[in-house]
């Protein structure tokens, strides 16, 4: 029974599938996968806005939204009807585009942003035998995918002909490709210890369990130090706040997209917080297990819930951050990104090398854990080391 | 060591997260239109007539003495003098503004106007729900919406109404004493002049 609760959807599929003439039956099985993605992960933006807003206001102390909650009825929701007028609003603002602006280049940013976003989620394994398109370089083309939203960010902050959404475009750029490389070499050391690119068997060597608890590589040394560090990476790339430098309100209003409006500030929107989704479902398969369980009495629950279970853990604690950091300087990040995430990272890769060859027993937790533990306790103290505190001293304005 | 303060931060966010849905203490903010705050004494909002007794046209106390429209910074006020005259308070005849107009949307809410009043006619409101869908006709106040009982103003601003009550009172006493103290005069002085 569990069985068949746990692979509803595909069997559905294989039965949609049967109606079709043989010649189609490929073609209508991936257009049904494809069609699931924007369905379901689009709703699930709309409600994470709320749900964000929400967070940060109980955060602060305030109720967040409330009012809304079925159209034409008084019913309420606590408020999770909010992306309905949200939407609404944005369809029919006006579309304003500057005289100066590149006009096909403006059009074209935020499209082009949403088709590799869109894209990263086809090697996603939601579930088991979930997975758009399983092929073997799953991890290398989620991340190719993902070097392509630099792209759509620079189009719209050129092609605005605007100061500051040329600004955040530079920072986006800069921030972007700096994280990328802590992305990438945190996520190596996974690859390195499963031996395959492929998503599923990434899946696969964490679905054992010892004693009843998961072999999810978070567990491990330097799965934790690779999934904090993974962490930290997508919280910038998916430039959210403590890394919301290409946005940063205070001081260049909106970043690269300041002038955008209506449906094309939406679209910014929906690929940003995609791209959020997409990178927390890459590091959900990557360290915490995909969609297995974390105890096996727990394996009966369908592996498509653990998997949005864990997404939404992961975007609660970006909310959670969101309402806690204020946004860091731009050498801070760079600081950051250059001096302690990338050593560390390069620490991590050879720890998981050293995990691999020492073989099973305590001996390689203890020397893996002492040597990721020493490396961040160094390279903590020698990043705040060239911290000067105190009163900020002005050069020429005074 | 790095993130020791980053950790001590998340525990602060989230003990008010969890805090906020345990007690109501903590949240500042009220559900506005169910639930309202009682606005404090010294709100003002816009200007209002005070008339005493029952008959907003009658005890007006208002005299179209018009210093409150001069010497309003916006120039928000109309008034047009009566024609003819009614007793006020003191039971003297005085004049009464036959329109009385102030228009909320040029209205500043100084106070200058309540301040100047020499016959503590004009005083400030605390109402605020003062939305309409017509800006020019409904933005712009008649004497009729103007007008508010004394009670009303006791009930929106207690000590400021007991102190002016007090002063109006005293007024109307003394008045009272000096007209006696005429006819007394006039009664002692007819008889003398009374050819013997």
Redesign the interface.
């Known amino acids: 029974m569990f069985e068949a609760l746990d692979q509803i959807f595909v069997t559905l599929k294989h039965q949609a599938v049967e109606f079709f003439p043989d010649a189609w039956r490929a073609f209508v099985s991936a257009l049904v996968s494809i069609s699931f993605i924007p369905l379901v992960f689009a709703t699930l933006f709309a409600f994470v806005t709320v749900i964000e807003r929400k967070?940060i206001g109980?955060?602060?102390?305030?109720?967040g939204p409330?009012r809304v909650g079925i159209p034409l009825t008084k019913i309420r929701l606590c408020g999770f009807g909010q992306f309905i007028p949200d939407g609404i609003k944005s369809l029919t603002k006006e579309d304003v585009v500057p005289r100066a602006a590149d006009q096909v280049v403006h059009f074209l940013a935020p499209v082009v942003l949403l088709i590799p976003v869109l894209l990263a989620y086809a090697v996603l394994p939601i579930g088991r035998n979930m997975t758009a398109a399983d092929f073997d370089a799953g991890v290398l083309f989620f991340f190719a995918v993902g070097g392509a939203v630099e792209l759509s960010v620079f189009m719209a902050g050129w092609s605005s002909h605007n100061k500051y959404s040329l600004l955040g475009a530079m920072r986006a750029i800069a921030q972007m490709i700096s994280y990328e490389v802590p992305l990438i070499l945190s996520a190596v050391t996974v690859i390195m210890i499963v031996g395959s690119l492929k998503l599923a068997d990434i899946v696969a060597a964490q679905n054992l369990y010892t004693f009843g608890i998961a072999h999810w590589f978070v567990f491990t040394p330097w799965g934790l130090a690779g999934f904090i560090l993974f962490f930290i990476a997508s919280l910038a790339e998916s430039n959210r706040s403590p890394f919301d430098l290409p946005e940063a309100e205070s001081e260049i209003i909106a970043g690269y997209f300041t002038e955008y409006s209506g449906f094309k500030f939406a679209l910014f929107f929906l690929g940003e917080y995609l791209g959020m989704f997409a990178i927390s479902g890459l590091g959900i398969t990557l360290f915490l297990g995909g969609w297995t369980a974390p105890f096996s009495f727990l394996a009966w629950v369908p592996s498509y819930l653990w998997f949005f279970a864990k997404l939404m853990a992961l975007v609660f604690i970006f909310i959670?951050?969101r309402?806690?950091?204020p946004r860091l300087r731009m050498d801070q990040l760079m600081n950051f990104a250059w001096k302690?995430m990338l050593p560390l990272s390069l620490v991590n890769i050879v720890t998981a090398g050293l995990w691999h060859f020492l073989g099973a027993g305590l001996l390689r937790w203890a020397v893996c854990s002492v040597l990721i533990f020493g490396a961040?306790?160094i390279?903590?103290?020698g990043?705040?080391s060239n911290q000067k505190l105190g009163k900020r001293i002005y050069r020429y304005a005074e | 060591m790095l993130g020791e303060q980053i950790i001590k931060g998340m525990a602060v966010t989230a003990r008010n997260f969890f805090g906020s849905y345990v007690s109501k203490n903590r949240l500042t903010t009220v559900q506005y239109p169910e639930e309202r705050l009682t606005p404090k004494e010294n709100t003002r909002q816009f200007p209002f007539l005070v008339y005493d007794g029952d008959d907003p046209e009658k005890g007006l106390r208002c005299v179209a003495c018009q210093i409150c429209e001069k010497e309003c910074p916006p120039q928000c006020i109309y008034i047009v003098k009566s024609k003819d005259k009614k007793p006020d308070y003191k039971g003297q005849a005085q004049l009464y503004p036959a329109t009385f107009d102030i228009d909320i949307s040029v209205c500043m809410s100084c106070q200058i106007c309540a301040e100047v009043c020499p016959f503590d006619a004009i005083k400030m409101n605390t109402e605020f729900e003062l939305s309409a869908d017509d800006r020019f006709g409904g933005l712009l106040l008649r004497k009729e919406q103007l007008a508010r009982s004394n009670e009303y103003y006791r009930k929106i601003h207690p000590g400021e109404a007991a102190a002016v009550d007090e002063h109006l009172a005293g007024e109307k006493s003394k008045a009272e004493a000096k007209a006696k103290a005429a006819a007394e005069a006039k009664a002692k002085t007819i008889p003398n002049t009374q050819p013997t």
């Open positions: 967070g109980r955060i602060q102390n305030r109720y409330n959670w951050v309402g806690t950091l302690f961040y306790v390279l903590g103290r990043l705040m």
